[in-house]
Every structure is written in structure tokens, then in C-alpha cells.
């Protein structure tokens, strides 16, 4: 069956550090890619998308490549914050008559000032 | 407009007693999901509905958890017998999973349950 799978963590970096979380998955069809985000004490919130091979989703200067000759999805952002705390999850949607989502395992972030 | 909503908030509860849990997911979404997120931990799917279609339960850990979903629209899961490894974060998520849309989830603020 489909499946997600993503990078251990927890990562700690220090603030403007390069953040890359990788996720790769399995899929039988051609689904949606997503991360989600849960910062600290809030629920799980949409942080961006991809719909189609090479799509780039991108939010809040986070940005995700559908790659599907390699089958990832890896998160990355040029410059972390403080703020960007959280816990990261990729998922998948399939796209065909079930339309179930499927999450990672997730990866938390540490940012040190 | 309103979003995912789920209560109570924080359930307090004797081992051994039975909860229940509600979810009203936004309206016009077709698929509604529940999860459980267990302190530091990551989501564990527990069950799927996805319109009138028989729902996927594989996730559910034991016959003591079940979930109905009335008109297609709230949803309640019951935990009988509760024990105190089933105290977590019970997440609710509802998408419109038709054709040419995204199925983005939308959660909601999720049931802290507590067994004592």
C-alpha cells in the first residue's frame, strides 16, 4: 500500500541555519503531496502542496519539489528561525476512487537562537 | 467561515469508564478522519469515512474503539472500556476529496483525553 516515509529527528539547528527535511514515499498512482506543520500547543495546519510531478510548492519561505523519478518530496528552507519551531509531517493523497491521506511520522525542529 | 470543531476540549476519565468523543467537520466535506497523537509523538491513523462508502477501521487498536457517522456529517468515536494507555490527543480532519481538488485536510483543535 502507499506510504510515507521521513526523516528521523529530532533536528536542531541554529537560527539561519539551511533546513532540510527529507520525505520520500510510495504510491501506486499519481498523488498529492503535502507538509503539514504543528507548531508548538496549535493543531496541524496545511503548510504547502504539490499536486503534479515538478510542481514546487512554497509557503512562508519554505519550499517542496514533487520529484517523481525519486519519489520525494523534501522540505527546505534557505533560512530557519526561531519561529519555525515545530513539527514537520509530509503526506500523500491518493488521487483515485479512496482519496485517503497518508502521514509521516513527522520531524520536530529545534531552532536555537 | 467555521472550521473543524471537536468536544470537549479536555476529557478527565476513570479507567474502565467509556467516552465519547465528538467531531463536527466543515460542512460539504466528504471525507472526515480521526487521529490519535499521543504525547511527542506522531499521528497514528485510527479511521477514515469517506461518503457513504464503508469505512476504513483498519487503524483502529482494538475492539473497544469504534466511530459512527451520522448524515454524513458528525462523527463520534467511542472508547469503551478505557485504560490508560489510551490517553492522548484525539485528532479529527475533514477534506472534500472529490476529483480535481487538492484534498487538503483541515484539522481540528483535538480531545486531550486524560484515563486516570
Known amino acids: 500500500g502507499d506510504s510515507v516515509t521521513q526523516m528521523e529527528g529530532p533536528v536542531t539547528l541554529s537560527e539561519e541555519a539551511f533546513l532540510t527535511i527529507n520525505c520520500t514515499y510510495t504510491a501506486t498512482g499519481y498523488p498529492s503531496l503535502f507538509w503539514y506543520v504543528q507548531y508548538p500547543g496549535e493543531g496541524l495546519q496545511l503548510l504547502l502542496k504539490?499536486?503534479?510531478?515538478?510542481d514546487k510548492g512554497s509557503n512562508k519561505g519554505f519550499e517542496a519539489t514533487y520529484r517523481k523519478e525519486t519519489t520525494s518530496f523534501h522540505l527546505e528552507k534557505g533560512s530557519v528561525q526561531v519561529s519555525d519551531s515545530a513539527v514537520y509531517f509530509c503526506?500523500?493523497?491518493?488521487?483515485?476512487?479512496?482519496?485517503?491521506?497518508?502521514f509521516g511520522a513527522g520531524t520536530r525542529l529545534f531552532v536555537k537562537a | 467561515g467555521a472550521g473543524v470543531s471537536q468536544s470537549p476540549s479536555n476529557k478527565v476519565t476513570e479507567k474502565g469508564k467509556d467516552v465519547e468523543l465528538r467531531c463536527d467537520p466543515i460542512?460539504?466535506?466528504?471525507?472526515l478522519y480521526w487521529y490519535r497523537q499521543s504525547l511527542g509523538q506522531g499521528l497514528e491513523f485510527l479511521i477514515y469515512f469517506q461518503g457513504n462508502s464503508a469505512p476504513d477501521k483498519s487503524g483502529l487498536p482494538s475492539d473497544r474503539f469504534s466511530a459512527e457517522r451520522t448524515g454524513g456529517s458528525v462523527s463520534t468515536l467511542t472508547i469503551q472500556r478505557t485504560q490508560q494507555e489510551d490517553s492522548a490527543v484525539y485528532l479529527c480532519?475533514?477534506?472534500?476529496?472529490?476529483?480535481?481538488?487538492?484534498?487538503?485536510?483541515?484539522f481540528g483543535p483535538g480531545t486531550r483525553l486524560t484515563v486516570l
Open positions: 503526506a500523500l493523497s491518493d488521487n483515485t476512487g479512496g482519496f485517503k491521506t497518508i
Open positions: 504539490a499536486t503534479k510531478a515538478d
Open positions: 480532519a475533514s477534506s472534500q476529496n472529490r476529483q480535481g481538488s487538492y484534498n487538503e485536510q483541515f
Open positions: 460542512s460539504g466535506h466528504t471525507a
